[in-house]
C-alpha cells in the first residue's frame, strides 16, 4: 500500500512532458557514464557495481509505466 501512495505523488513528474524528457536525458547521461566505466575496469567488483548501477537507472526509466499502471 506504501508504494502506491509514492508513486502517486510522482503523478505530477510523469504527467509533465518536458519534466519527465529531461529526467529521462538525465538518466540516459548518468547510463552512459556507467557503460564507460565497465567498458574501462577490469575489476569485477567495480563491473558489478557499474552493471548494478545500469539496472538501477533503467529501472527509474521504467518509472513511468509503474506510476501510470495505478491510475
Known sequence: MTEKRY???LKPLA???VQWQAFEEMLDY???????S???NSDPVEIYRAQGAVM???????LREEINATE
Open 30 to 36: 548518468y547510463i552512459g557514464i556507467q557503460h564507460k
Open 56 to 62: 538501477a537507472l533503467k529501472k527509474l526509466k521504467r
Open 7 to 9: 508513486l502517486s505523488a
Open 15 to 17: 504527467s509533465t512532458r
Open 38 to 40: 565497465l567498458e574501462q
